[in-house]
């Protein structure tokens, strides 16, 4: 079974601070899908980002970044000169290729920027 | 933009009742799933169709829960005897194809049972 694991339940910090929330997980497959979704307080699920297991690229969007690291079974998540606006629940995921693909959630990390 | 709808917003219902939770996935999406996620806990997964049947389901999804995609359009999610355990915000995702592509997730339904 896949399990994913965020162990910062709350973050809080000061705007323009760096962040980073991390996510462990443990699957046996050697073939999977990382995620990272976004919750503001409205509600809704927000797509950040996709890596597949082949792919240990660090990746850079703006002021986010993801880090990658499979010995360690991590995929972090950096928010680099936070905003209010990043205020949220942050959520990492995992799925199988093989099979119906489903969403395996951590617990999520709830962040807040204050000003 | 193409988007997951989902109706309605805010289901208040008392225990024992049925409800039916619907969901309109984009078009050509080809995956369908439910979650759902109880107030300040992590979303977690109910049931996965495609090609108009149950690909897998979770032990949360019990002979109290059906799916159904009853007009090539609709997916709908329907609790048949609600108890109050069941409140919850409930998301519906599609998928366009396989190979873990991206879930794209309607805005929830949130079920409220007295």
């Known amino acids: 079974a896949q399990k994913v694991t965020q162990a910062q339940t709350e973050i809080s910090v000061v705007e323009k601070e760096d962040v980073t929330l991390d996510c462990v997980y443990e699957t046996r497959d050697t073939t999977y899908y990382l995620f990272w979704y976004k919750q503001p307080p409205s509600g809704e699920l927000v797509f950040l980002i996709r890596?597949?297991?082949?792919?240990?690229q660090n990746e850079i969007s703006g002021r986010y970044s993801w880090n990658f690291q499979k010995s360690t079974s991590s995929f972090n998540f950096t928010i680099t000169a936070s905003q209010v606006v990043d205020s949220a629940v942050y959520f990492c995921?995992?799925?199988?290729?093989?099979?119906?693909?489903?969403?395996?959630f951590g617990q999520g990390t709830r962040l807040t920027i204050n000003p | 933009e193409p988007e997951v709808t989902q109706t309605p917003s805010h289901q208040v219902t008392q225990m024992g009742q049925e409800v039916i939770l619907r969901c309109v996935p984009i078009?050509?999406?080809?995956?369908f799933y439910w979650y759902r996620q109880i107030l300040g806990q992590k979303v977690e997964f109910l049931v996965s169709?495609?090609?108009?049947?149950?690909?897998?389901k979770s032990e949360i999804f019990d002979d109290q829960f059906s799916v159904e995609r009853p007009d090539g359009s609709n997916f709908t999610l329907k609790i048949r005897s609600t108890k109050l355990e069941d409140s919850a915000m409930y998301f519906c995702a599609s998928c366009p194809n396989s190979g873990g592509n991206e879930q794209f997730f309607g805005p929830g339904t949130r079920l409220t049972v007295l």
């Open positions: 995921a995992l799925s199988l290729i093989q099979g119906a693909q489903k969403l395996v």
């Open positions: 890596r597949n297991s082949f792919d240990e």
């Open positions: 078009s050509n999406h080809l995956y």
């Open positions: 169709f495609y090609n108009n049947e149950i690909s897998e």
